[in-house]
């Protein structure tokens, strides 16, 4: 998008990023708290060693690296029990009314909230930001192989926990279903 | 709209509710804070003279 600038701070680039990056925490921690706190670390870290940023690199995936390696430091750090804290959420999400298209949308997110932070993680960076499995596998210092594994593990469990297993998922490339299934996704947005 | 990847049925409903998870978050908003942050360290830099 941007070409490479000498004389173009790449700080300034950061402030387009905001959104992606507090939307990925929010996804991957599920707590508005701990996501902004993320965010705000990130920040100072990435302005601070805005020198070790190769400007014409990827900018989204280094500062995802940063905002990822903060939250397991500090998971690991402060031992939070943040699967506590997914229990409330995920009580409270089952109770909500479900009709019309929020059942599903519920039932995915009590799913989403079920995986691995690993495998939640990869997930969004594939499914949600359009990473390629290389970028994600970048940004997450792991190999292409493992991402791939923790996507496909991650989709088989949230196809289980939404009761889409595989003879539905079958059913449900007939023509009839699919045309019922993207007219409520049309009508959705 | 075009649906990105959409070869198996289980697989598009999941990157659906995954971008719809997503765009929400994106939704929200900015909180002001970052914005002022951003501007704080720009101002530190500044005041200590720092030439880029």
């Given amino acids: ?189 | 709209m075009t649906v990105q990847k959409q070869n198996k049925s289980g697989d598009g409903v999941i990157d659906e509710n995954l971008r719809r998870v997503y765009e929400e978050a994106v939704e929200e908003g900015i909180p002001d804070r970052f914005k002022s942050l951003l501007e704080q360290l720009k101002q530190q830099d500044n005041d200590q003279g720092r030439s880029q």
């Fill in chain 1, 1 to 189: 998008m941007s070409a490479p600038d000498v004389a173009a701070d790449p700080r300034d680039e950061l402030v387009e990023h905001l959104p992606a990056m507090r939307a990925f925490a929010i996804s991957l921690t599920r707590n508005g708290a701990i996501a902004d706190d993320m965010v705000q670390d990130t920040l100072v870290k990435a302005w601070t060693n805005i020198d070790k940023f190769q400007v014409g690199t990827n900018m989204r995936a280094w500062l995802f690296t940063i905002l990822r390696n903060t939250y397991y430091s500090s998971r690991r750090k402060a031992k939070r029990e943040v699967s506590d804290v997914d229990g409330i959420f995920t009580e409270s999400l089952a109770e909500k009314p479900a009709h019309d298209g929020h059942l599903q949308m519920n039932d995915f997110r009590v799913a989403l909230a079920k995986l691995k932070d690993e495998q939640r993680e990869a997930l969004l960076l594939i499914g949600a930001l359009g990473f390629s499995y290389e970028e994600a596998a970048e940004t997450c210092g792991v190999a292409v192989g493992t991402i791939k594994s923790r996507t496909n593990r991650a989709r088989k469990q949230l196809a289980e926990l939404m009761g889409l297993n595989e003879n539905e998922a079958m059913e449900m490339t007939d023509d009839a279903t699919m045309s019922v299934l993207s007219a409520s996704k049309v009508s959705s947005f």
